[in-house]
C-alpha cells in the first residue's frame, strides 16, 4: 500500500514537473524582456533629455542674438531718423536760399545773387547722393521729396532689414523653446515607464507583474511615438561631437 502510495506521489511530482519548468521558462523570459525594455528606456530617457537641453541651447542663443539685432536695429532706426530730420532742414535751408536767389535775380541784384550761389555751392556738400537726386528730381514732381514714401522708407530700410531679422530669431526662439519643452514631456513619459518596469519585477504575482508592464509600456509607446514626430536641432550631427 506504501509502496502505491509513493508511486503515486512521484507520478504527481513528474507530471508538475514540466509545468513548473515552463512557468519558470515563461517568467525568465518575462523578466528578460523587461531588463532589454528597461535598457532601452533608460537610453532613449538620456537621448530626449539630451536633444531637449540642445534645443534649450539654441532657444538661449537666437533670444541673445535677436535681444542684440533688436538693440542694433533700434540704434540704426534712430540714427536714420536724425538723418532724415537733418536732411529735411537742409531742405529747407536749400529752398529759402533758391527762393533769395530768385528775388535777387529779379532785382538785378548781381552782387546778392552771387553771394546766395556760394552759399548754395556750400550747401550743396553736405547733401548725399540719395537725398541730391531726391531733390532735383522734386522738381520735376513739384513736391518735396519727403512726401515720397519711397525715399523716407529708404532711410530706414537697413534698420528695418535688421529689426526683422531680430524679429525672426525670436520667433524661431520660441520654436526652439517650444520643441524643447515638448522633449521634457517626452522625458517624463520615459522616466515614468523605466519607473514602473523596474517596479515590475517586485511584484510575485504574474497576473499584478503583467499589469504593470503593460502601463509601463503604454508611456513607453507614447512617448516613443511623441519623440519620433519632433525634430532634431538645426544641422545636428553626432560626428560634431567627435571631431577635432
Not at 515563461?26 to 532601452?40: F, M, P
Not at 541651447?57 to 535681444?67: L, M
Not at 524661431?172 to 518596469?197: C, E, H, K, W
Not at 504574474?206 to 509607446?221: D, M
Request: aromatic share 14%; proline share 2%.
Amino acid at each position: 500500500m506504501e509502496k502505491a502510495e509513493i508511486k503515486d506521489v512521484k507520478a504527481e511530482e513528474d507530471a508538475v514537473c514540466p509545468i513548473k519548468q515552463e512557468q519558470e521558462r515563461k517568467a525568465h523570459t518575462l523578466e528578460l524582456i523587461v531588463v532589454i525594455l528597461l535598457g532601452i528606456t533608460a537610453l532613449l530617457t538620456a537621448w530626449a533629455s539630451w536633444i531637449g537641453s540642445l534645443h534649450g541651447g539654441n532657444q538661449a542663443e537666437n533670444f541673445a542674438q535677436s535681444n542684440n539685432l533688436s538693440a542694433e536695429g533700434n540704434s540704426m532706426y534712430n540714427e536714420a531718423m536724425q538723418f532724415m530730420l537733418q536732411d529735411m532742414l537742409l531742405y529747407n535751408e536749400l529752398m529759402n536760399v533758391m527762393i533769395d536767389m530768385h528775388f535777387a535775380q529779379a532785382q538785378q541784384d548781381q552782387l546778392t545773387y552771387e553771394r546766395l550761389t556760394w552759399r548754395f555751392e556750400q550747401l550743396e556738400t553736405n547733401m548725399s547722393y540719395e537725398f541730391e537726386a531726391a531733390f532735383w528730381a522734386s522738381f520735376e514732381d513739384g513736391a518735396s521729396p519727403f512726401t515720397n514714401p519711397d525715399f523716407v522708407d529708404s532711410y530706414v530700410a537697413d534698420a528695418l532689414y535688421v529689426l526683422a531679422e531680430a524679429e525672426e530669431l525670436f520667433e524661431q526662439a520660441g520654436i526652439y523653446g517650444g520643441v524643447s519643452d515638448s522633449f521634457g514631456l517626452v522625458t517624463v513619459f520615459f522616466t515614468v515607464a523605466l519607473f514602473l518596469f523596474g517596479v515590475a519585477s517586485t511584484f510575485k504575482k504574474r497576473r499584478n507583474k503583467l499589469i504593470v508592464i503593460g502601463i509601463a509600456s503604454g508611456a513607453f509607446v507614447i512617448a516613443l511615438a511623441f519623440m519620433l514626430f519632433l525634430p532634431l536641432p538645426t544641422d545636428f550631427s553626432l560626428t560634431q561631437f567627435f571631431g577635432n
